[in-house]
T-cell receptor
Framework: AQSVTQLGSHVSVSEGALVLLRCNYSSSVPPYLFWYVQYPNQGLQLLLKYTSAATLVKGINGFEAEFKKSETSFHLTKPSAHMSDAAEYFCAVRYTGNQFYFGTGTSLTVIP | DADVTQTPRNRITKTGKRIMLECSQTKGHDRMYWYRQDPGLGLRLIYYSFDVKDINKGEISDGYSVSRQAQAKFSLSLESAIPNQTALYFC?????????????FGPGTRLTVL
């Protein structure tokens, strides 16, 4: 079955350190790829989306993600973590058709 | 501002009760979705609707029903609530005319079934 996998349900980084959240999809045909962020007691907010125009996608709040077809990955990064980045992050894919598949989420903790 | 709203935001109910969660949107999107979120399981699709006359079951529709009253309104009902339906429920919308058809989410309803 087509799916999306997020490695690491919890990630902790120090303030100012690199953030790396991993996402892999399971299709030979590149799907539409998205990262969403969920702050406490809020809904999901679109962080960025892969548009096929470029393999490196820039999103809001300094986040970016790189599409690597050979690795079927779409990992999310941020060079320097800020306290306000603490949240739950979800990778999502949409294959042909309209249904979204969400990863199980990664909870990011930023340590002062 | 265009928005997706959900009511109520929090609900505590008892086993066996019928409850309804409501979703309204001002985005003008045709497509609407209901998800539930459980810790460690991510979001799972319950039902989705591509227009007022189109309703489809998602991954986990058992124990739920929906009603699409208008383009802007999509309600989720639990006919007889049970404790394992305790979860965070999200409504989402999308525009099929948009290039990537991303989904836009409401703030969620936290449901507790005792």
């Amino acid at each position: 079955a087509q799916s999306v996998t997020q490695l690491g349900s919890h990630v902790s980084v120090s303030e100012g350190a690199l953030v790396l959240l991993r996402c892999n999809y399971s299709s030979s045909v590149p799907p539409y790829l998205f990262w969403y962020v969920q702050y406490p007691n809020q809904g999901l907010q679109l962080l960025l989306k892969y548009t096929s125009a470029a393999t490196l996608v820039k999103g809001i709040n300094g986040f970016e993600a790189e599409f690597k077809k050979s690795e079927t990955s779409f990992h999310l990064t941020k060079p320097s973590a800020h306290m306000s980045d603490a949240a739950e992050y979800f990778c999502a894919v949409r294959y042909t058709g309209n249904q979204f598949y969400f990863g199980t989420g990664t909870s990011l903790t930023v340590i002062p | 501002d265009a928005d997706v709203t959900q009511t109520p935001r929090n609900r505590i109910t008892k086993t066996g009760k019928r409850i309804m969660l409501e979703c309204s949107q001002t985005k003008g999107h045709d497509r609407m979705y209901w998800y539930r979120q459980d810790p460690g399981l991510g979001l799972r699709l319950i039902y989705y609707s591509f227009d007022v006359k189109d309703i489809n079951k998602g991954e986990i529709s058992d124990g739920y029903s929906v009603s699409r009253q208008a383009q802007a309104k999509f309600s989720l009902s639990l006919e007889s609530a049970i404790p394992n339906q305790t979860a965070l429920y999200f409504c989402a919308t999308s525009d099929p005319g948009a290039s990537y058809n991303e989904q836009f989410f409401g703030p969620g309803t936290r449901l507790t079934v005792l």
